[in-house]
């Protein structure tokens, strides 16, 4: 099992409409969670984190977290054709001093 | 402006040499982290460092070697013992290791 895993997509929406990703990590002691943007050929930017349960909104992106279920999600609202990238889930877990990431899942949004 | 730069952007390396990837940051971050990136795949840990003078293992150190003399500095060498190491190379820095990391532009490096 690895210990963050997403769904490599593509995940394909239309403009304005809400793109949900999501996350699942099997380490149960983890206690920070990132979301990061990746667009082709370039490196990682950082979008969200997220520490306790629960939902937290900036602009149009909102990260929900779900401990006890060991899910993280990132929701995207009036989705951008600019917003086509491949969104990577980060985890720290215990006793591990740097971030675990998920393969990526790769969102298209079409005009 | 303060950020992680790495240099170069682009790197060409022959058979049997060993190569050195540049990471400077002046975010004065107290951890600094090397990632390997393969095509269509996460990133995943080389090294990381927590404190000058110090450094430990990540998951696929086998072939690599750092070194941190200064806060702001992470070099990675790619030994001729790193069998395959066509990839991107990402170096990044958080402030404690609990914070968000933060990321340099890459270095792709191709074996010729």
């Known amino acids: 099992q690895k210990e963050v895993e997403q769904n490599s997509g593509p995940l394909s929406v239309p403009e304005g409409a809400i793109a949900s990703l999501n996350c699942t990590y099997s380490?149960?002691?983890?206690?920070?969670f990132f979301w990061y943007r990746q667009y082709s050929g370039k490196s990682p930017e950082l979008i969200m984190s997220?520490?306790?349960?629960g939902d937290k909104e900036d602009g149009r992106f909102t990260a929900q977290l779900n401990k006890a279920s060991q899910y993280v999600s990132l929701l995207i609202r009036d989705s951008q054709p600019s917003d086509s990238a491949t969104y990577l889930c980060?985890?720290?877990?215990?006793?591990?001093?740097?971030?675990?990431f998920g393969s990526g899942t790769r969102l298209q949004v079409q005009p | 402006d303060g950020g992680i730069t790495q240099s170069p952007k682009y790197l060409f390396r022959k058979e049997g040499q060993n190569v050195t990837l540049s990471c400077e940051q002046n975010?004065?971050?107290?951890?600094m982290y090397w990632y390997r990136q393969d095509p269509g795949q996460g990133l995943r840990l080389i090294y990381y460092?927590?404190?000058?003078?110090?450094?430990q293992k990540g998951d696929i150190a086998e072939g690599y070697s750092v070194s941190r003399e200064k806060k702001e500095s992470f070099p990675l060498t790619v030994t001729s013992a790193q069998k395959n190491p066509t990839a991107f190379y990402l170096c990044?820095?958080?402030?404690?290791?609990?914070?968000?990391?933060?990321f340099g532009q890459g270095t792709r490096l191709t074996v010729v």
């Open positions: 380490d149960r002691g983890s206690q920070s």
């Open positions: 980060a985890v720290k877990g215990t006793g591990r001093r740097a971030l675990t």
């Open positions: 460092s927590q404190i000058v003078n110090d450094f």
């Open positions: 997220i520490y306790s349960n």
């Open positions: 990044a820095s958080s402030d404690v290791v609990d914070t968000e990391a933060f």
């Open positions: 975010l004065n971050h107290d951890a």
